[in-house]
């Protein structure tokens, strides 16, 4: 059933791919990656796999990868992505030497992939676990571990019907899992190689404070003003978002939206729903920035240095079922950080609001009182963004943990 549920997909992409420019990516990008592999590789080197799901997963599994890179200098690194949101953005970065598209996961596939990369050592981050991929590398004796990974007893790997992709868990040596919870899930079916380090994405935003944050044309725009950032916002967000903005931006209190989705349609919405003065950051050149009460980010790459911009933050995702986005971004900048109510599977959103600075709103009444309160006291907003680094710091760790374990 799970090969016959690849081909489905296989063929299910293809078809949809004419009709939809980021499937289309991913299918024209698959067809490369054997080519590129051949090209790139040869039976001789030492290599390193990293598969990262999409962009997201990419960013956490950083520090580890940054580690290895660094570590490992002699052996050549490859990286792969499933979504093309992941590959196009990062497919030059300098952490890899070679940055390919996932093939889809049937058997044929898997063995040329894994004969292809032959990788001495590979890690996968969080999820997007493919049956074939690692039973591949178990049959050839090559070492594998998962990090910062989240179960839950729902899932199918704990199912009688899901016997393959949980004989893929176990294709990995080591699980490094972000919470207790998963540990059990994990124990409940024999799996007993688990270590709880925590998630590796507190240690890459505890790095991006320490970069240089600096965007001039964000200081010029924001000037004096109280500035609330609305990260990876999606429709349902924006909903209760734009009136809210609507009937309260001004000089003094300024809005920058970053959405998930950067295409003409989505900017287009946002922008015919907004009544106050308004500029996108396509358009910013030679515009008078402080003029202006609001900013759109029709662009991505920024967001994380925009955070530290941020009287507070909105962070999207968990208002809709889209899944909610990264709050430890701008939880790293010491600012409170409200986000929607759909975050049961996200452990960082429940710690934080339970012991840190995060807020979790239901309705558009919520969002009204959570940033009226926050706008108007600066000691509330001291207080909960003093709470989110705190946390932040906290929890940092989990990669040194998974390198003593690599260096064994």
């Known amino acids: 059933m799970y090969n016959l549920g690849i081909y489905i997909l296989s063929f299910f992409l293809k078809v949809i791919a004419p009709f939809n420019s980021k499937i289309k990516l991913g299918v024209d990008g698959r067809k490369q990656t054997f080519d590129i592999l051949q090209k790139s590789i040869i039976k001789t080197d030492k290599t390193i ?6 962009l997201g997963e990419y960013e956490q599994g950083l520090p580890v990868f940054q580690k290895l ?22 497919k030059n970065t300098q952490v890899a030497d070679v940055v390919v598209y996932l093939p889809l996961d049937t058997k044929a596939n898997a063995k040329q992939f894994i004969d292809l990369v032959h990788p001495e050592f590979t890690v996968f981050v969080k999820y997007d676990i493919w049956a074939n991929l ?7 004796n090559r070492r594998a571990i998962l990090i910062s990974a989240v179960f839950r007893k729902t899932q199918i790997y704990f199912k009688g019907y899901g016997a393959r992709q949980k004989s893929a868990l176990f294709a990995f040596e080591h699980i490094f899992v972000q919470d207790d919870n998963s540990k059990i899930s994990l124990k409940n079916i024999n799996y007993n190689s688990v270590t709880v380090s925590g998630d590796t994405r507190y240690d890459r935003v505890s790095n991006q404070i320490e970069q240089n944050n600096t965007l001039d044309f964000i200081s010029e725009f924001k000037t004096n003003s109280t500035c609330v950032v609305i990260g990876s916002s999606w429709e349902e967000d924006e909903t209760i978002l734009i009136p809210y903005i609507n009937e309260n931006a001004s000089e003094h209190l300024k809005f920058i939206i970053a959405p998930h989705e950067t295409n003409n349609n989505h900017i287009n919405s946002i922008h015919s729903k907004l009544t106050t003065s308004t500029v996108l950051f396509s358009e910013k050149d030679n515009k008078k920035l402080n003029d202006y009460n609001v900013f759109i980010i029709d662009t991505i790459g920024l967001l994380s240095k925009i955070y530290s911009y941020a009287d ?8 809709g079922k889209t899944g909610l986005h990264n709050i430890l971004e701008p939880s790293t900048f010491g600012i409170p950080v409200i986000i929607g109510k759909n975050h049961k599977k996200f452990p960082e959103a429940f710690a934080m609001i339970k012991d840190a600075g995060v807020i979790s709103i239901k309705n558009g009444k919520d969002l009204d009182k959570a940033f009226n309160t926050l706008i108007n006291s600066n000691e509330e907003r001291d207080l909960l963004g003093a709470k989110n680094l705190k946390f932040i710091k906290k929890n940092k760790g989990a990669v040194v ?8």
């Open 312 to 319: 507070l933050a909105y962070v999207g995702g968990a208002m």
């Open 401 to 408: 943990q998974i390198m003593n374990y690599i260096r064994i």
């Open 134 to 140: 690692l039973l591949e590398l178990k049959h050839q």
């Open 69 to 90: 890179r660094q570590e490992y200098s002699q052996h050549k690194i490859i990286l792969s992505f499933f979504s093309p949101s992941g590959y196009e953005i990062r």
């Open 49 to 54: 796999w990293f598969h990262c799901s999409s």
